[in-house]
């Protein structure tokens, strides 16, 4: 699975950003998906994830209600929509695959998201 991550910015407090991963390599109905965010100095944080259907999310609680995780299957796209954004929002943003029931084993290269207070 080869995963490829766009969208990110600079975007002022309070704005909007919608991150974009696209998947080839595998039939893309055969994996769940998931975001994850980096600060340099700090380890890897998983932001959310939507299982292989789109019917199902989950989030970490400092973006629940801001975050919004959806995916196009015919698209082999997962979407990141990123509402109400604060300073501590800033990373860089990295999607990832799992095929369903196991461990995220396959990673995007990441891209840089700076929200400016």
């Known amino acids: 699975v080869q995963l490829q991550a766009s969208g990110g910015g600079l975007v002022q407090a309070g704005g909007s950003l919608r991150l974009s991963c696209a998947a080839s390599g595998r039939p893309f109905s055969t994996y769940d998906m998931g975001w994850f965010r980096q600060v340099p100095g700090k380890e890897r944080e998983f932001v959310g994830r939507?299982?292989?259907?789109?019917?199902?999310?989950y989030y970490i609680d400092s973006v629940k209600g801001r975050f919004t995780i959806s995916r196009d299957n015919a698209k082999n796209t997962v979407f990141l929509q990123m509402n109400s954004l604060k300073p501590e929002d800033t990373a860089v943003y990295y999607c990832?695959?799992?095929?369903?029931?196991?461990?995220?084993?396959?990673w995007g290269q990441g891209t840089q998201v700076t929200v400016s207070s």
């Open positions: 939507i299982n292989w259907s789109g019917r199902n999310t």
């Open positions: 990832a695959a799992s095929i369903v029931g196991g461990d995220f084993s396959y």
